[in-house]
């Protein structure tokens, strides 16, 4: 079962009541990460505590007691899998136990092809979260150190891992750093966060690097450093990650803003007078008005999403995110009071299964629009991910379902669409940073078989 989550965790100087209360300000600080459940593990007259319900961070925590420590974890769940309702048994941290001790685990990631790994197991397991931990549970060494570095050396991901003994916080990012982590640090003590839009108070904010870890204690160090092999998640930069973030030096505002002027340099079509661009609330408006900018086009935000809604692609099945998509937005005509004869150009971050583009056209079509085109500042998603994004086959990928952009324009309704290529996609991430690795499996089928094959 995949798990594409947020972890926030926080080890201060001294005890105190706050803790657990900023930990859980972190999460819902990285609520965009996963709506399924929330929790929280702390450490109180040393003995760890768990604390975790389905529901929004807001919802979970209503009830919950202020406690005296220094050491919490926190995790926000979205399951890629297809079960249905959510449960409290699959809700993190989870709590394990091993010969030094107890302690509990917070995990965002998958662990491709773990089911090959049943034969050499002496346990059952539900998620790739609880095999973790008791994975973890079944390593006999000495020493915390050493059991991590056995994690690190065995297991070559997907993982961003928590794991709090009654003395530390360890932190691990497997060895191809494909999901982000990051740490904090201030007068109050060290902080780490699947995004830096968490941890804004902090003073100093560095990225754990791939195939590290490291300790938080009375003095953050290093335990371990894995010569880092580089395979950072395009999709984070597309669509997962916070505007707020900055992840692995990119910042995630200005690359999706430069995603956009990309698309837009590669235009074909040559725009007439009444053309304006509209952006895919919410992370396609970045893409939108970068477009629009690019090319000289007046942007208007006429799409709006209705308030409380859900993010429809972490939905666990498909029902639930029809159910969403079809009453997610509506046009604000206080914008522009006439669309009749106007060419409207939609820029969305990406299309995955087509659910919520086909129900925005629809609702432009209706207003009598002269065109509608298309347009997505991300290459055609074809290929299952194996490593955490809920695209677990070909047949729910809508590019797959055409074979050529034009059936593609029919089945949406639209006029046109097309697509950001990969090529322009990388070189605009290497703008930011060009050190990066980037996995971009969905959009070309060429996953690391050293990972999907461990």
Known sequence: MKEECGVFGIYQNES?????????????????????????????????????????VKEVFTDFTDKETNMCIGHVRYSTSKCSAPSIENAQPFIGHNSLGTFSLAHNGHIPNIDS??????????????????????????????????????????????????????????????RPLCIGQNKKGLYVSSENCAISNCDYIFD???????????????????????????????????????????????????????????????????????????????????YAEELRLPYYQILIKNENYLRSFIMPNQKERLNICQNKFKLDMTICHSLKNITIIIVDDSIVRGNTMKNIVNLFRNKGVKEIHV????????????????????????????????????????????????????????????????????FNGKYNEKLLNW
């Open 208 to 290: 754990v690097e791939p195939g590290q870890i490291i300790e938080l204690s009375d003095n953050i160090y290093n335990v371990y450093d894995h010569p880092p092999s580089n395979l950072h998640c395009m999709f984070e930069f597309i669509y997962f990650s916070s505007p707020k973030s900055t992840i692995d030096k990119c910042n995630i505002r200005n690359i999706r803003k430069e995603f956009g002027r990309s698309l837009a340099k590669q235009e074909k079509c040559t725009w007439v007078t009444n053309t304006i661009v509209i952006g895919s609330p919410s992370s396609g408006i970045l893409a939108g008005r970068g």
């Open 16 to 56: 105190n009541t706050e803790t657990c209360r900023d930990v859980i300000k972190g999460l819902s600080k990285i609520q965009h990460r996963g709506q399924e459940s929330a929790g929280i593990s702390y450490v109180s007259n040393n003995k760890i505590s768990n604390y975790k319900k389905p529901g929004l």
């Open 375 to 442: 347009r997505s500042a991300a290459p055609p998603i074809r290929y299952p991910c194996y490593f955490g994004i809920d695209m677990s086959s070909k047949k729910e990928l809508v590019a797959n379902k055409v074979e050529n952009y034009e059936d593609l324009a029919k089945y949406f309704g639209c006029t046109t669409v097309d697509y950001l290529t990969q090529y322009n996609l990388e070189h605009t991430v290497y703008q930011y940073n060009p050190n990066l690795g980037l996995c971009g499996a969905c």
């Open 117 to 178: 790994y049943k034969h050499n197991c002496s346990f059952e397991y539900t998620t790739d979260s609880d095999f973790l931990t008791k994975y973890i549970g079944n390593i006999l060494l000495p020493t915390w150190e050493e059991i991590m570095v056995h994690v690190m050396k065995s297991i070559p991901g997907v993982y961003c891992l928590l794991i709090m003994t009654d003395t530390s916080i360890y932190v691990l990012r497997d060895r191809y750093g494909i």
